[in-house]
């Protein structure tokens, strides 16, 4: 089992950056696939951006293509959300989560362990 920690959300204004953290407990963390959802009010939890074990394959919604980068260090047992170029439909309550499996989903049942949010909100 692993558990997972996000930090690094807050509260800014359109066109800014901010980068999430998420760390992972435990030693297996180089064998989880990792991932974003993000959840805003009265809508369903939505995929953003996940990344393959050794880091060399990531994968975005393409509402962040371009402005948002998953990177991964499995020595940190940490992964993270770089997220530039900030709009106000990006303000949600972003999760990290961790799935056991070897493909990929973006659905957010098919994962098996979650953070406990991170709120972002971007204002215009």
């Known amino acids: 089992q692993v558990q997972l920690v996000e930090s690094g959300g807050g509260m800014v204004q359109a066109g800014a950056s901010l980068r999430l953290s998420c760390a992972a407990s435990?030693?297996?963390?180089?064998?989880?696939?990792m991932g974003w959802f993000r959840q805003a009010p009265g809508k369903e939890r939505e995929f953003v951006a996940g990344?393959?074990?050794?880091?060399?394959?990531?994968y975005y919604t393409n509402s962040v293509k371009g402005r948002f980068t998953i990177s991964r260090d499995n020595a940190k047992n940490t992964v993270y959300l770089q997220m530039n170029s900030l709009k106000p439909e990006d303000t949600a309550v972003y999760y990290c989560?961790?799935?056991?499996?070897?493909?990929?989903?973006?659905?957010?049942?098919?994962?098996?362990?979650w953070g406990q949010g991170t709120q972002v909100t971007v204002s215009s």
């Open positions: 990344i393959h074990r050794s880091g060399s394959s990531t």
């Open positions: 989560a961790a799935d056991r499996g070897g493909i990929m989903s973006t659905t957010a049942p098919a994962w098996d362990y």
């Open positions: 435990g030693r297996a963390f180089s064998t989880y696939i």
